[in-house]
């Protein structure tokens, strides 16, 4: 773990033009810091950002999509390419490795999560069922409910599962209880546009649930987050600016705090990070981008200061040097002079 303040490696950014849709969870502990993975840089990272605007980079070379906190406030995150790994961040930056295949047909770590009751959650298109995989290894189906194509995954604080089936109504999110009994609880979820719809990017993602009980999901084609009541109404919670768009949401003491990324001419841009409080007022917490050139500005500084400073030091010196030869040359003169 190291904080990226003033650190100027954080200037070799990788970003990916082909990107089909970026990570989708986002956690606050009890401490107020914010939890994020991010696939568009350094081959995945997990990042970290304090109530005092810090940014820290808990691993990179993560090509993570979710992220949940366990209840002792670790990390649990999950490798979604080649070496499909779900993991567990201690504090002090151990990770131990909970589940690892690289056989996506037996664990998927582009779509899962955790949860106490379950343990591993995963979605995989060609198997249709969502599975669990407990501490053992052992794995299950989490119901006997087929998905179309489930991109997303949730789990609430009584164990109930959300998932999103875009395959399916065009766009729809189910709710699996604790009995494993499904039900769709919204439907037509996708905003129908004046251009074709693109199966692979106007999406369903991240999933949460407020204290009041109402559920939240990402809509990428709309650029919007859906609110659902518990009486099953919906109604549009949020909609990104221009080229923005949101991929993942949380609550916590009221607050919703948001992660969008945007189009640019180089592929996806950002995140950034937003909260919105009770009273609807918005704060930017986070723009990557924006923290990013300031890093390489004050990187320049510190680099202008220092070569200034050496130069500075170095005329000093050399100052020194011709007014010490200066004195030998007069004190040899005299000693000549009183010799003779």
């Not at 081959?43 to 940014?55: A, C, M, S, V, Y």
Request: hydrophobic residues 40%; contains cysteine.
């Amino acid at each position: 773990m190291r904080s990226l303040n003033f650190v100027i490696s954080i200037v070799l950014i990788c970003y990916n033009p082909v990107i089909a849709h970026p990570s989708w969870g986002i956690v606050v502990d009890q401490n107020n810091n914010i939890y994020f993975p991010d696939i568009a840089h350094n081959d995945g990272t997990i990042w970290k950002l304090t109530p005092e605007g810090e940014l820290i980079q808990i691993l990179d070379h993560c090509h993570a999509h979710n992220i949940v906190l366990d209840p002792q406030g670790n990390i649990i995150t999950a490798n979604g390419e080649g070496n499909h790994a779900m993991i567990k961040i201690y504090p002090n930056g151990t990770v131990d490795t909970l589940y690892q295949t690289r056989n996506i047909d037996k664990f998927f770590g582009g779509n899962c999560t955790w949860s106490e009751k379950y343990g591993i959650i995963y979605g995989q298109k060609s198997k249709q069922l969502l599975y669990t995989i407990d501490a053992n290894g052992n794995q299950k189906p989490l119901c006997n409910y087929k998905f179309v194509w489930n991109q997303a995954l949730y789990v609430d604080s009584d164990q109930n599962v959300y998932a999103t089936d875009i395959g399916i109504e065009n766009g729809a999110l189910i709710k699996i209880d604790t009995s494993g009994i499904a039900t769709i609880i919204a439907r037509d979820l996708i905003s129908k546009l004046d251009r074709p719809k693109v199966k692979h990017n106007d999406i369903l993602l991240g999933i949460t649930k407020d204290q009041e009980g109402n559920i939240y999901v990402v809509e990428t084609a709309g650029k919007r987050i859906i609110k659902i009541s518990k009486d099953l109404k919906t109604e549009n919670f949020y909609q990104s600016k221009s080229n923005w768009f949101p991929c993942a949401i949380t609550f916590s003491n009221g607050d919703a705090f948001i992660m969008e990324y945007r189009h640019g001419a180089k592929g996806i841009k950002g995140p950034r990070i937003l909260k919105i409080n009770n009273n609807g007022n918005k704060e930017v917490l986070l723009d990557y981008d924006s923290f990013v050139k300031a890093q390489k500005e004050i990187a320049t500084v510190i680099q202008e200061d220092t070569t200034a400073l050496y130069v500075a030091i170095r005329n000093l010196v050399f100052g020194l040097l011709i007014i010490a030869f200066s004195m030998v040359v007069v004190q040899f003169a005299q000693k000549s002079r009183e010799a003779s």
